[in-house]
C-alpha cells in the first residue's frame, strides 16, 4: 500500500557513491563508532558498510565530508531538525527517493524487472548479499536454495555492479534515504520535479535490501521501508549535484 507510482523529472545531474560508506570512512568523522556484530560475524571490518547508525549521523557525515572537500553545507540544524538548505547546494547528502530510484532500477537498463537479478525467485547465483542459508537461524525469513558466500554484511565491490558501475544497490545492507516517509496517495498523478520529499514526517525513508531480507515481498525494486532508529543491516551512501 505504500507502493505509490509517481511520475517524476529529474534536471540536475549528480554523482552516487559508487559503494556504501564503509567503516573506514564513517572512522575518519566518528573513529568512536562501533557497527556490532551479526551471530559471529563482526560487521565493523573496515571494508564493510558502516550500519548501526541513525540518519541524523549520516547527515552530520555528509556535511562535515563536505567540509572537508570545501563544499557549501547541503544541511541546517532548523527548530532542532536536520533540514536541507534550499535551494539545493553541491554539498554532500543522502540521496532523495527518486535519485535513488532511477539510478537503481531505470538507469543504463532497457527494461526494468521485479528483482535485480530478473523476474523470478530465487536469486541467481553471486547476484548479491542477501538472508541466505547462512543465516537461516538469526533471521525469520531466509532463502532456502541461496548462498552468497557472508555471514552479515559483504565488503563492498563483493558482487557485481549494476549496469552504471555501482555497487550494492539492492542487497548487502539497505541505505538511509533523504525523504521523509509519508504514504501519499494524493500525488498520484501529479509530475513532480526534482522532488526531495515531504516536509514533515516521523520517519524516513529506506531503500534497498538487505543481509537480513529473504522474503519476496522485501527483494523486489519497489520494496520501500521507513524507519528512525539504527539497525546491523542499515547505512548508507552519498550523493551530490554537478553544480
Not at 511520475?7 to 557497527?35: M, R
Request: proline share 7%.
Amino acid at each position: 500500500s505504500n507502493e505509490i507510482e509517481k511520475d517524476v523529472v529529474l534536471t540536475k545531474a549528480y554523482y552516487l557513491g559508487i559503494h556504501e560508506v564503509t567503516n573506514k570512512q564513517f572512522a575518519a568523522f566518528d573513529p568512536s563508532h562501533d557497527s556490532g556484530v551479526f551471530g559471529r560475524s563482526l560487521l565493523n571490518e573496515e571494508s564493510r558498510p558502516v550500519v548501526n547508525l541513525g540518519w541524523d549521523a549520516a547527515v552530520r557525515f555528509c556535511n562535515w565530508l563536505s567540509e572537508q572537500d570545501q563544499l557549501p553545507l547541503a544541511y541546517h540544524l532548523k527548530s532542532g531538525k536536520w533540514q536541507l538548505i534550499l535551494p539545493t547546494t553541491r554539498g554532500y547528502r543522502l540521496p532523495t527517493e527518486a535519485e535513488w530510484a532511477w539510478i537503481a532500477r531505470y538507469a543504463g537498463t532497457e527494461k526494468t524487472t521485479r528483482f535485480p537479478w530478473g523476474d523470478a525467485m530465487p536469486p541467481t547465483a553471486r547476484s548479491g548479499n542477501y538472508a541466505d542459508i547462512s543465516a537461516r537461524d538469526l533471521v525469520a525469513y531466509h532463502i532456502k536454495s541461496y548462498s552468497d558466500g557472508f555471514l552479515g554484511s559483504a565488503p563492498g565491490g563483493s558482487f557485481r555492479p549494476n549496469p552504471l558501475g555501482l555497487y550494492d544497490l539492492e542487497g548487502n545492507v539497505a541505505e538511509w534515504i533523504h525523504d521523509i516517509y509519508v504514504p501519499d496517495p494524493s500525488l498520484i498523478g501529479e509530475t513532480t520535479l526534482d522532488p526531495t520529499g515531504p516536509d514533515r514526517g516521523q520517519y524516513h525513508v529506506i531503500r534497498g535490501a538487505s543481509f537480513m531480507h529473504g522474503r519476496f515481498s522485501e527483494l523486489r525494486w519497489t520494496y520501500r521501508d521507513y524507519g528512525v532508529k539504527q539497525r546491523p543491516d542499515l547505512g548508507f551512501r552519498i550523493v551530490r549535484y554537478l553544480e
